[in-house]
């Protein structure tokens, strides 16, 4: 086997190599148009599409041993963070994507002000 030394080593390398593919892909997308970034959101709502269609495929067939279940349940488990991953980036990609493109006026004009007609009734017992 390795020696610990030589295990750091490799360690520190590969956390170096990664640092600099992270950096230079963030200095990538900073400068990128919209058209990229674009296709990069389609890019990730396919994969949230697809994630979405292993946790149904997930839920379709449990029904079989514990184990089997336990193990499933920890998959779900993974999904659905890699879900909340995936949603938390499409958020900062399209708030990113706000900042530098001029918000539409549907955009602005729709959220803020609901008429009343729209909210929903409370009804106090």
Do not use: W
Not at 1 to 8: N, Y
Not at 113 to 123: C, E, I, K
Request: no cysteine.
């Amino acid at each position: 086997g390795l020696s610990a030394e030589d295990q750091a080593y490799i360690d520190r390398t590969v956390e170096e190599r990664v640092r600099e593919h992270v950096s230079e892909a963030l200095f990538r997308l900073h400068g990128e148009n919209a058209k990229r970034k674009r296709e990069i959101q389609g890019k990730l709502h396919a994969l949230n599409t697809s994630v979405e269609e292993a946790l149904m495929h997930i839920k379709h067939h449990s029904g079989a041993r514990a184990s089997e279940a336990d193990s499933r349940h920890m998959m779900q488990g993974k999904v659905v963070q890699l879900q909340g991953r995936i949603q938390l980036l499409l958020k900062l990609h399209q708030e990113r994507s706000r900042h530098s493109v001029p918000p539409s006026p549907t955009q602005t004009a729709s959220e803020p002000n609901t008429p009343d007609s729209l909210r929903p009734a409370l009804h106090l017992g």
